[in-house]
Structure formats: C-alpha cells, structure tokens
C-alpha cells in the first residue's frame, strides 16, 4: 500500500522529492543517561550499556563509566562489572533468566539512582526463514520478513564475507532487527521506504527471535515511530520515545525469551 | 457518574422556539380561504364576518369607511383577498397589511397625504434573477435613493423592503450586471421580481465581491468575503483542477497546512473546526486524493460566502470559520451543456429548464482518468480514481413556495494486487443532500425548512474480495428551519432551529466472512442528538450606528449504545458503563451570544466590531502532522471530551472609494480556544477503544491583524492581503504544561491575486503566496538504542521550516472570435512558477542506499550514516485546460 501510494505521488506529483539538506539544531547538552539493557533465557554474560545523548547526528556517544550497575531477582542481587573499563559496557556474571520473576535494573551515578522493572514472555518457536529474489538481481536475495502472532524481536545476522570472492569485511556483513507489534499505525502501514539488504547464495543467517511484553512492545511502538516509521505518508507529532526508567533516563531495560536457529541460503527451486 | 439527561433544558428550548415562532404566524393570511354569503348587509357586520371566519383583525375610521353601506356577495372558499378586492371596489376603499391588521382607507387619503404625515408602511418582496439563466442572485444588492437605506437579497434570492407609503426610486445592482432603477409606489403590499442583465463579458468578471453596492456595504458584517466561482475558475491552479477549498489559502487569515492539502486553518483554529457546507449540508472532509484536489469545482457553484469569524447565529457547530457553499439551481430558460478536459480529470455539466420558468435542474460529474497511465508504470495498481457527481432539482410551486432538492456524491477509490497478497485498497467516501423548502408566509416573513443529511465514510480495505476492511464514518441526519423577519429597512430579525442526528464509527474491522480469523478490538459506536435555536436581530439604531445581536442555544445529547469508560488521572481505565440503545447518558446546554456593532463615520467609512461565542461538539481526533487526508477518525463530545469553546473578539476598519473602485479593510481579532484537543506522545489512535485516554485538553489563544485592499472593477481587478497572527495552545501534560506555537501558527501570511483582461479575449492572472514556516518540533539530541538512532525533543514546536512562498500563473484565451453560442476556451496554468521547493517535512531518519536513494537503513551491522531530509511535493508545475459550453 505505502509503495503504491508512493508511486502515485511520484507520478501525479513529478517533480516530487526528498532530498539531502543541512539543518542548523538547536541543540543542547541534555546530560541524560541513555540506558540498553537486556538480559535473556540464555545461560550468558548478559550486558547493560550506558551511554549520553549526542548533539550531532552519526556522533560517537560518550560512555558513563563508573556506574554502579545491579540487577536484583527477588531472592538475590547481582553487580555488574563494567568490562573493558571506561566503556560504559556492564556485563553480568553468567546468569540466566526465568519467566514468572520480576527483575529490577538499579543504577547509581553518583547521588542519582535509576530504575526500572520489567519481567520475561515465553517465546513461541521461529517460523521457517523465507527469502525470494532481489529486485533486479537473479543472483542475490531478500529476506521476507512476516509477522508473528505474538509481539515479538527478531535479530538477523547475515554473513557472507566467508564466501569465495566476498571481501572478507563488514560489506559482506548484515545486521537486520524486524519488529512485529501487532498494533494498528497509520505511521507503520505508510512507513517510509527501507534500505533492501540483499545478499548471495550461500549467506549464512543466524536469526534470534525476542518475546516482548506489554510494555516493551509499546516502547519499541514508539521508538519505531521516531526511526523507521518517521518521514512517512501519515507521519505523527514527533515525541519522545517511551521508557521504564525513572528519573529521566531514557532508553529501556528488557528481559526477554529467546530462541534462534541458523540457515544457509540455498538457491530457489 | 455522568450528567443526567436535562429534561428541562429540552422543555426550555421547547418553549422558547414556540416563542420565537408564534410572530410569525400572527400575520394575516390573505390568501385563507373562507365561503361567506350576505345579502344587502352592513359593510361592519361583513367585517365581523370575515374576522371570524378568517382570524384576522380590521382597523378603520367610521368617520371614512362607509360602513354602514349595504352590499351584497356570495363567495364560495375564496381567499380573504379576493374577498377584500371585491369589497374595495364597491366601497371605493384601499386595504393595507399593517403589522398585524387590516388597514382599511379612502383611496383618496393614500394618494394626498404629505409624505411627512405618512405612518403607513408598505413591503415590496421579491426575488432578483440573472435574465439569462433564471438563476436567483444571492446578496443582490437594493437601495432607495430617497431613502439611503436598502438591503441584499438572501441566501434564496429573495428580497424584501417595507417604506413609508409614497414614490421611491430603487436601485438593483450585481457585480457584473448592469444596474436597473425601478419606480415604486408604495401603496401597497407588492411583489416585484427583477432580473439583471449581465454587463460586461464573463472574462471581466472576475472579482471577489465582498461589500459590494451601497446596501451591501452597510451590512454589520466583519471577517467575511464572498469569493465568486468565476473567481475561483480563473485562478491558477494544481494541474488546471480549478479549486474551491485551495483558493481560499489567498485569503489572509486562512492558511493551507502544505501543498498537497485541503486542510486549512482560520485564524489560530484548528483543522476540525472549519464548517463547509454544500446547499446547507455539511461536507466533512472536502478532499481528494488525499487532499491534492478538492470535491468542491467551481462548475455547479454559485456562490461562496466565506466567514472567518463572526459566524451568524443561523449557524453553529464549529468554532473557527463557515464556508457556505451554495450550488447552481439550473438554468430557468435554456439547457446547456458545459465541460472541462485536463491532465488529471475530466468534467461535465448539464442545466436546464423542466419546466420553463417555473424548474430546472443541474447535473455535474467529474471523474479522474491518471489512473489509466499510473497503470502503465505500476502494474500492481488494480484501480485508482477519484469521482464527484453533484444534483439538484428546484421548483417554484407558486409565489409563496419554492422547493430545492440537492445531492452530492464523492469518491475516492485505490486498489492494487502485489503479487505476494490478497486485493487491497482504500476509499473515501462524500456524501451531502438537502431538501428545501422556502416560504413566504408574507412579503415580510421568509422561511426556509431543510431537511439534510451528509456522511463521510471511508475503510482501509486488506481484502477486497472478501470485503475485509478497517471503515469508520461520520454521519449526520438533520432537519432545520429558518425564519426571517425584514420588519422595516433598518430591522430584520432572524430565528430558527436545528435538530439533528449524529452518529460516529471511530473505526472498526469488520469482516466480510462471518468467520473472523482476527480478534479485533472493538471500539464503541457513538450516536448523539443536537437540538440548537437561534434568534438575531440586526437594526440600525441611528444613521451612524447599527447593531446586531442575536444567541444561539445549543443542547447536544450523548445516547446509546455506547460503551463509555471513566479514567483516572493517570488516564487509566477505572469503571466501564454500558448504555442501551436511545438511552440519554450525557449532555451539555450552551449558550453562544453574538453581537456585531458598526459605526459609520461617513457612507464610505465604518468601525465595525464584533464578538461572538462558538461551540463545537464533533472533533477529529488525529495526531499526524501529514498534510494528507488521512485515517482519522472523528468522535463527539462527550463524558470525556468536552465540547470546544471559543471566544472572538474583532474590531475592524472598512473604507469603500468609489474611483478608483477599491475597498480597504483592517480587522484585529484576538481569540480564545478552550477545551482544545492535542496527544500525549506516539497516541495510539486506531482500533483502540480507550483512545480517550490518549487526549490532553487545554486552551489556546490566538491574535492577529488582517489587512484586505480590494479592487473589484476594472480590466485589472484582485487583492492585496496580509495577515500578522500568532497562535499558542497550552494543554495539560505537554510540553511541560508549558505554551507552545501551534504546528499552524504562521506569523506572516501574504497574498496577492491580480487579473488582468490583456484584450477581450485574453486574461492573464497571478497568485502569489507567502507564509512564515510551520512550527515543528526538532530534535534536540540524539541517543542510540538497539542500532536505532533516537532524536529527543524539549521544547514541542520549536523549530520552523522553511518559509513556504510561490507565484501561481494562468493565462486564459478565449477561442471565440464572435459571439458564438459554442463558447470555449483554453487555460495554461503554472503553478510554482519559479520552482520553490516548499517542505511538507524535515527528517533526520535517512541514509542513502547503494543507488543513491534516500531511505531508512535497515542494515545496522556497522551504524549507518544519517543526515537531514526535506521532502516537497512538487516543483514548477504546467497544466492545460480545454473549457467548452454551449
């Protein structure tokens, strides 16, 4: 529907165009603490990330080192380690999540303490990988990417710089995240085109597919309204994306299920 | 927990819109029939006869009247006045319709009196045509010389004007038509119908005819304008697809929110609050592809009146501004055949007389044809088109009694098959329809009963074949009556009421399969009544001042089924009501007082100031920023929302010069919204039945300054506008409880429209706009999450993109070198002449692909490289349009 629309803007409207501007921001300094956090099912060294906001686009964001970072289950508290250190990256000991726990993400910079408190779906298994031909290209392929029933994450890595004749570098690598949300958006059915990442027979892909909750699927609703829905047909009021963290912080603590599996490409019968 | 039903709220409009009535039917009424049979009686006992039998009253001297002379007469159900004709004849006497009784008098006294001695008044009544058409001439302006008064024919043609009994010369005058001067002797009630020739040729027509004539200048009006069709006809437009709705964006204090809209704003209000009526209907959303066109051409209208303010009492149910719309009644005398072929549409109408002199009726219909060559470049595309189709009927059943019928349809319609998916599509869906009924009870009392419905519909269709769709719709059935006293030249009073129905489907999936294979929430229908009475009075107190003053009480019912919630104020849901069908659960009872004054300092010079409340119960609830028509839906007032508010307060200086022929104005307003409706952020607006819950309400207000220099005669005719205004809405719960500007607020609105008549056949117009940026909000900074680079705002619109400005350019020749009864002609429009690329938005989202497209980066192995976008719609822009009519 978006394409069509699309097209018959282009078409009615020739002239009609999005191009590349430069735009004076007036930006501040807004000293808040950005926070990304999840922890899984999966028995692992589970990470937070701290960092500040950023007053130019594509910036470096600067770390929050020193931080004490504590994860508390109901029966016991966990410290993080920020690793390496001055990276603002908190690791956990090895651990795993469990569904029916509520978790708490505790946070002391100085005379500050951030929260937030989140708990774990189940997961449902992933469904077969599809993928059809490029646009344009009988040699490289597309992922289709569909739905689930339930709201849900899923990480695609794609890698093919192992290939004969590939670059063996991040050109031949792909990171793709589809979020299904099973919400109803004017700003998600006209989103804006997408970067189509395409790629050759013999690519192998890892998926791993996130359970959501609630609140967590209506935080990456409204992140998903400021990055890959924004500059659509319908776009909404711009707005600040949804947290679970007090005191102003921004960004979110999850616990999620996970599941994943692996496939190589095969050429389409 | 909610309002109970006010049954004496009802009972009080009840009563006193029988108060208003009961004047109106106390005129006598000549034309009752009654059988009466004497024989050489008294002329007083005749009287009394005909008193009784034909409830009217005579005043008379004995000492003049032969009253006691005996006649004779055997009338069988003849009418009152054929009965007094009869009676005068024998007696030597005339009869006078004063107020509310028969006058009888010597011939002779009414032929000698000194004018000075005069105290009987008499009406001359009628309705002023175009000769050629047969069409009724709205605000046709009358004067009498002797007098310096006058007044303007009404919305139906209709004119009438009660003077002292003696000669007067009147004076009946149209923009474009050439001014008749016709004796009257004023000694008794008459009917006179007049029909105006048109002047000039058509191309020198071209004027907005705001105040025009002497009568029409002294009406106590401000914040209004008439924009003429033929105006809107050669004024440059998108693609030739002449525009009703975009022209008005040339008229300062109204602004478009972007190209590509229909969407306006009038002074600081919002988009939801601009009342567009087509032949008293309401049409609620005027657009066409999403707002590139509007439903509204210029080929069947005949006249639009344009209220920016100061709405009359007459008419209600928004807060901001009226554009009433009146179509064409068809040609009295002669069919004839009309039409259009463009780049996007083609057009075509028909009018004419079915019975000559006495109906005649107009169809008009256009429908797109782009879809044909978009099918060539998208294969996918099913079907793309958009269609208007536009009726009317109108039959003069007699003197006293007019009927018009009209209907409006429209069409939006869009459906494709992508290979890997079921046919999908959307639509969007106008429908408006009247019947009216005008008349005249006497020469001073006109009435206008409509009985009118409109619905506007449209779905997000994901299956068309087996009719799965997402619809919603607003819907209203209503009935309204209008009475209109014109008690002397310097008095007309005005009362009516309205009664009607709404209903709301703030959007629904339904399924056309009774199995469902999705469980979709269920957001509650909302059905309410509205019951409104009005009175106005407008009068000159002196020579230098006139008032008008009216109210309008408005009661709007909330009834089920529904299902209401009550929130917390956190906003979460604490108790759930369920209301059976009809059951009455809320309402609310309003009073909205409008009061215009005018002094005039000479007969070309007046201070006008005026304040008036309005109240608005439907309102779109959307919270994009799109200048397209979207999926928005619409919900009531109700125990949730209450209704919008708002106060204006204008004052204004008008000067009409007379050579050359322009009028000035300047008008502040300064206004104040309340109960205004905005979003937290990310609103969740579709399939949620707690959708209230994503509403803040709050006030804003709203002040400018509007300057107008008009020049309406002439081989160059045009306008000069500017607009200064600010806007700032204040709304709990965002932005910090802080003010902020609102997304529409255009400090500097200047437009200049001239057209100019190069030769008898050849007309060249320009429009230039230019308007301050829209506020926005930008970010300011940004952090990363998840690969996702997430802006982050302080101040809710504190940016503002580019100012928007372009120069528009149409030329019109006329291919007729006689006088042919085939008229045609050929207009070259340019829209954006000088190719200015005006935003619609500012993105900070995208990056280029491998083909140096912009898009948004999906890849997010290494972090992408974003930058700034704007998106504009269009560029310089050519059209051609063929016009023809025989």
């Given at each position: 529907m978006?394409k069509?629309?699309?097209y018959l803007?282009i078409i009615?409207?020739?002239?009609s165009c999005?191009?590349k501007i430069?735009?004076d ?7 808040l603490l950005v926070v990304e956090g999840?922890i899984?099912?999966e028995r692992i060294?589970?990470q937070?990330?701290l960092?500040?906001p950023v007053t ?9 080192s020193?931080?004490?970072?504590v994860?508390?289950?109901?029966e016991s508290?966990?410290v ?5 250190s ?7 000991d090895?651990?795993?999540?469990v ?5 708490t993400?505790s946070?002391i910079i100085?005379e500050?303490?951030f929260?937030?408190q989140?708990d774990m779906v ?11 031909q ?7 392929y ?9 709201p849900?994450?899923?990480?695609y890595?794609?890698d093919?710089?192992?290939l004969?004749?590939?670059a063996?570098?991040?050109s ?5 995240i589809?979020?299904s949300?099973?919400t109803?958006d ?11 990442v395409?790629?050759p027979e013999?690519?192998v ?6 359970s ?9 609703r409204?992140?998903?309204?400021e990055?890959e829905w924004?500059?659509g047909l319908?776009?909404?009021q711009?707005?600040?994306?949804q947290?679970?963290?007090s005191e102003?912080?921004v960004g979110?603590?999850a616990?999620s299920t996970v ?7 095969l050429p389409?019968? | 927990m909610?309002?109970?039903?006010k049954?004496?709220i009802?009972f009080?409009?009840v ?10 039917f106390a005129?006598?009424?000549?034309e ?6 004497v024989?050489?009686?008294p ?6 006869e005909i008193?009784?039998a ?6 008379y001297?004995?000492?003049e ?7 004779s007469l055997?009338?069988?159900e003849?009418t009152?006045r054929?009965i007094?004709?009869k009676?005068?004849?024998e007696?030597n006497i005339?009869y006078?319709v004063?107020?509310?009784?028969i006058?009888l ?5 009414i032929?000698?009196v000194?004018?000075?001695?005069i105290k009987?008044?008499?009406?001359v009544s009628?309705y002023?045509y175009d000769i ?9 302006n009358?004067f009498?010389?002797?007098?310096s008064?006058?007044t303007i024919?009404?919305?139906f043609?209709f004119y009438s004007i009660t003077l002292p009994e003696?000669?007067y010369?009147a004076?009946?005058?149209y923009l474009?038509y ?6 009257l002797?004023m000694e008794?009630?008459?009917?006179q119908?007049?029909r105006l020739?048109h002047?000039v040729s058509s191309?020198q027509?071209v ?8 009568a ?5 009006l401000?914040s209004?304008i008439n924009l003429?069709p033929?105006t809107?006809?050669v004024?440059p437009a998108l693609m030739?697809e002449t525009d009703v ?6 008229i300062?204090?109204i602004?478009?929110l972007g190209?590509g809209?229909?969407l306006?704003?009038v002074?600081g209000?919002n988009?939801?609050?601009n009342?567009?009526l087509?032949?008293d209907a309401?049409i609620y959303t005027?657009s066409?592809?999403?707002?590139f066109?509007s439903?509204i ?6 006249d639009?009146?344009?209220?920016k303010?100061?709405?009359p009492?007459?008419h209600g149910?928004?807060?901001?501004s009226?554009?009433?719309i ?8 002669q069919w004839?055949?009309?039409g ?9 109408s ?7 002199g ?8 256009r ?6 060559f978009?099918?060539?470049y998208v294969?996918a595309?099913d079907?793309i088109?958009f269609?208007d189709?536009t009726?009317k009927y109108?039959?003069i059943v007699n003197d006293k009694?007019r009927?018009?019928?009209?209907g409006?349809a ?7 098959s ?6 999908s599509?959307m639509?969007w869906?106008n429908?408006a329809?009247?019947?009216?009924w005008?008349?005249q009870f ?6 206008n009963i409509t009985?009118y ?5 449209y779905s997000?269709?994901t ?12 819907a209203?059935a209503?009935?309204k009556?209008d ?7 310097n008095?007309?009073?005005k009362t ?6 709404h209903?709301?489907?703030?959007g629904n ?5 009774e199995?469902?294979p ?6 509650s ?14 009068r ?6 006139s008032?008008?003053y ?13 299902t209401?919630?009550?929130f917390?104020?956190e906003h ?7 209301y ?5 659960y809320?309402?609310y ?5 409008r009061?215009g ?12 100031a005026g304040?008036s409340?309005?109240?608005q119960?439907v309102?779109?609830?959307t919270n994009?920023i ?8 619409w919900?009531p007032?109700g125990p949730?929302i209450?209704p919008?508010?708002a106060?204006?307060l204008?004052?204004?200086?008008f000067?009409k010069l007379t ?6 104005s300047v008008?502040g ?9 905005d ?6 607006m579709?399939l949620?039945p707690?959708?209230?819950a994503e ?5 804003a207000?709203?002040?400018g300054l509007?300057?107008l220099l008009k020049?309406?005669?002439?081989r160059?005719t045009?306008?000069f506008?500017y607009?200064f205004?600010?806007t700032?809405?204040?709304i709990?719960?965002?932005n910090?409880n802080r003010p902020?500007p ?23 117009s320009?429009?230039w ?13 940004f ?10 705002y302080?101040n ?6 580019p100012?928007?400005?372009?120069l ?11 006088d042919?009864r085939?008229?045609h002609?050929?207009?070259l ?5 000088y190719n ?7 993105n900070?989202?995208k990056?280029?692909n491998?083909d140096?497209?912009?898009v948004?980066p999906s890849n997010?192995y ?8 704007h ?6 822009m050519?059209s051609v349009?063929?016009?023809?009519k025989?």
């Amino acid at each position: 529907m978006q394409k069509i629309l699309t097209y018959l803007l282009i078409i009615l409207i020739s002239g009609s165009c999005e191009e590349k501007i430069s735009w004076d921001l007036d930006t501040r300094d807004t000293p808040l603490l950005v926070v990304e956090g999840m922890i899984t099912n999966e028995r692992i060294q589970h990470q937070v990330r701290l960092t500040r906001p950023v007053t130019e686009l594509n910036a470096i964001p600067e770390p929050v080192s020193g931080a004490i970072v504590v994860i508390h289950e109901p029966e016991s508290s966990m410290v993080l380690k920020e690793s390496p250190s001055g990276s603002g990256i908190y690791l956990t000991d090895s651990m795993r999540a469990v569904i029916g726990k509520i978790y708490t993400l505790s946070i002391i910079i100085g005379e500050n303490e951030f929260t937030a408190q989140t708990d774990m779906v189940p997961v449902t298994p992933l469904d077969s990988l599809e993928y059809s031909q490029a646009d344009g290209s009988s040699n490289y392929y597309k992922l289709d990417l569909f739905d689930t029933d339930e709201p849900s994450m899923t990480e695609y890595y794609l890698d093919w710089s192992k290939l004969p004749g590939s670059a063996n570098s991040d050109s031949c690598k792909a990171k793709i995240i589809y979020y299904s949300l099973n919400t109803v958006d004017v700003g998600e059915m006209f989103k804006p085109e997408q970067e189509q990442v395409v790629f050759p027979e013999g690519t192998v892909v890892h998926r791993r597919k996130y359970s959501m909750n609630e609140a967590h699927a209506a935080f990456i609703r409204t992140l998903l309204s400021e990055t890959e829905w924004r500059g659509g047909l319908f776009d909404v009021q711009p707005g600040n994306v949804q947290t679970n963290l007090s005191e102003g912080a921004v960004g979110y603590f999850a616990v999620s299920t996970v599941v994943g599996d692996s496939t190589i490409i095969l050429p389409l019968e | 927990m909610y309002m109970p039903e006010k049954n004496y709220i009802s009972f009080f409009l009840v009563m006193l819109f029988l108060y208003c009535f009961i004047p109106a039917f106390a005129q006598p009424d000549l034309e009752k029939r009654i059988s009466i049979n004497v024989l050489n009686k008294p002329v007083h006992e005749i009287l009394d006869e005909i008193s009784s039998a034909g409830g009217i009253s005579f005043s008379y001297s004995p000492s003049e009247i032969p009253i006691n002379s005996r006649i004779s007469l055997s009338e069988q159900e003849s009418t009152i006045r054929e009965i007094l004709n009869k009676i005068s004849a024998e007696l030597n006497i005339r009869y006078l319709v004063v107020e509310e009784q028969i006058v009888l008098k010597p011939i002779d006294e009414i032929l000698t009196v000194p004018q000075t001695e005069i105290k009987n008044k008499f009406t001359v009544s009628g309705y002023v045509y175009d000769i050629e058409t047969g069409e009724v001439l709205i605000g046709a302006n009358i004067f009498i010389q002797e007098l310096s008064t006058g007044t303007i024919t009404n919305p139906f043609g209709f004119y009438s004007i009660t003077l002292p009994e003696g000669k007067y010369s009147a004076g009946f005058s149209y923009l474009g038509y050439k001014t008749i001067t016709v004796p009257l002797l004023m000694e008794a009630n008459t009917q006179q119908d007049i029909r105006l020739e048109h002047s000039v040729s058509s191309m020198q027509e071209v004027t907005i005819t705001s105040n025009q004539g002497e009568a029409a200048y002294n009406q106590i009006l401000m914040s209004h304008i008439n924009l003429e069709p033929k105006t809107v006809s050669v004024m440059p437009a998108l693609m030739g697809e002449t525009d009703v709705i975009k022209s008005l964006q040339s008229i300062p204090g109204i602004s478009l929110l972007g190209d590509g809209s229909t969407l306006f704003y009038v002074r600081g209000g919002n988009k939801d609050q601009n009342l567009v009526l087509l032949d008293d209907a309401p049409i609620y959303t005027p657009s066409h592809m999403l707002g590139f066109f509007s439903t509204i051409v210029p080929d069947a209208i005949k006249d639009i009146q344009i209220y920016k303010g100061d709405i009359p009492a007459e008419h209600g149910g928004r807060l901001s501004s009226l554009v009433d719309i009146r179509a064409k009644d068809g040609n009295m005398n002669q069919w004839r055949l009309s039409g259009s072929v463009g780049l996007v549409s083609a057009k075509a109408s028909i009018e004419g007389p079915v019975i000559k002199g006495r109906s005649s009726m107009l169809i008009s219909a256009r429908r797109s044809y782009f879809g044909w060559f978009i099918n060539n470049y998208v294969p996918a595309l099913d079907e793309i088109y958009f269609s208007d189709l536009t009726a009317k009927y109108n039959f003069i059943v007699n003197d006293k009694n007019r009927l018009y019928f009209s209907g409006y349809a429209g069409k939006d319609y869009y459906s494709e098959s992508p290979a890997e998916s079921d046919l999908s599509g959307m639509n969007w869906r106008n429908f408006a329809g009247s019947i009216r009924w005008n008349h005249q009870f006497t020469n001073k009392w006109f009435s206008n009963i409509t009985i009118y419905g409109s619905r506007y519909d449209y779905s997000l269709i994901t299956d068309v074949n087996l009719n799965d769709a997402w619809n919603a719709h607003i819907a209203n059935a209503s009935i309204k009556a209008d009475f209109t006293w014109f008690r002397n030249p310097n008095n007309t009073f005005k009362t009516g009421g309205l009664v009607s129905y709404h209903n709301f489907n703030p959007g629904n999936y339904t399924f056309g399969t009774e199995v469902q294979p999705v469980d979709f929430p269920v957001v509650s229908r909302k059905y309410a009544t509205e019951i409104a009475l009005y009175f106005s009075d407008s009068r000159d107190i002196s020579d230098w001042l006139s008032v008008r003053y009216g109210i309008r009480l408005n009661t709007w019912l909330n009834s089920g089924e529904a299902t209401e919630y009550s929130f917390n104020s956190e906003h979460q849901v604490t108790d759930t009501f369920y209301y059976e069908p009809g059951e009455v659960y809320n309402s609310y009872f309003n009073i909205e007082p409008r009061i215009g004054l005018s002094f005039r300092i000479n007969p070309s010079t007046s201070i006008r100031a005026g304040y008036s409340r309005t109240t608005q119960h439907v309102h779109l609830i959307t919270n994009t920023i799109s200048p397209f028509t979207t999926l928005e839906v619409w919900l009531p007032s109700g125990p949730n929302i209450k209704p919008q508010k708002a106060d204006i307060l204008a004052v204004g200086f008008f000067r009409k010069l007379t050579n050359p022929d322009l009028t000035f104005s300047v008008e502040g307003f300064y206004k104040w919204m309340y109960n205004q409706i905005d979003y937290t952020d990310h609103a969740q607006m579709l399939l949620n039945p707690l959708v209230e819950a994503e509403l803040r309400f709050g006030t804003a207000e709203s002040a400018g300054l509007e300057i107008l220099l008009k020049k309406d005669l002439g081989r160059l005719t045009g306008w000069f506008g500017y607009a200064f205004s600010h806007t700032t809405r204040n709304i709990d719960e965002i932005n910090g409880n802080r003010p902020y500007p609102a997304t529409w607020d255009r400090p500097h609105d200047l437009s200049i429209f001239a057209a100019y008549d190069v030769t008898s056949r050849i007309n060249i117009s320009i429009n230039w706009i230019y308007m301050t940026g829209s506020a926005f909000s930008s970010p300011v900074s940004f952090y990363y999450y998840n690969g996702h680079s997430v802006a982050l705002y302080t101040n809710k619109n504190n940016d503002r993109l580019p100012d928007y400005h372009r120069l528009d350019l149409s030329m019109l020749f006329d291919l007729n070198k006689n006088d042919d009864r085939f008229d045609h002609n050929l207009v070259l429009s340019i829209c954006n002449l000088y190719n200015r690329k005006n935003p619609i938005a500012v993105n900070f989202n995208k990056t280029e692909n491998d083909d140096g497209e912009i898009v948004v980066p999906s890849n997010i192995y290494t972090p992408p490289q974003l930058f700034p976008t704007h998106t504009y719609l269009f560029g310089i822009m050519p059209s051609v349009t063929y016009n023809f009519k025989f």
